[in-house]
């Protein structure tokens, strides 16, 4: 309540103040107002289709081929996981390995502590467009209408379910 006093304070002014300067000044008692940006993270070209946190960290997945992590704390990009040939259509995260699945039928998978790519699962025949994680076993989606079991122990497909 106190900042959304401010902001009108400020505005019946003339003064208008970003978002960042509340954050910074009021860290201890801020609670934006509904809707008001904090920050904009800039770096992919293509449009952002999915996003997930592990560990203070934002991962998200575009239509630029790539996923990028970005710190929480500073909202700076880190870095561009770079392997895709195709768009980035979801991301999930199993023992600090990220998962990517792609419209070029694979699935990625990169060591969050290096930031490289592990190894890329293979089986899809189209866009991989989601992934779930149960009992150490990787699920995917795709457009070639099949559900795709892996073991995350030796990244191999045990069986892919047919009937969509």
Known sequence: MLIKCLIRRFKAYGIELSAGFYKEHFKD?????????????????????????????????????????????????????????????????????????????????????????ITALRGHTGHVYCLILHNNMLYSGSSDKTIRAWNLDTNECITALQGH
């Open 29 to 117: 008692l801020l609670t934006l107002p509904s809707g008001t940006p904090i920050a904009t993270l800039q770096g992919h070209t293509g449009w952002v289709s999915c996003l997930i946190v592990h560990n203070n960290m934002l991962y998200s997945g575009s239509f630029d081929n790539t996923s990028r992590a970005w710190n929480l704390d500073t909202n700076e990009c880190i870095t561009a996981l770079q392997g895709h040939t195709s768009y980035v259509y979801c991301l999930i995260v199993h023992n600090n390995i990220l998962y990517s699945g792609s419209g070029d039928s694979t699935i990625r998978a990169w060591n969050l502590d290096t930031n490289e790519c």
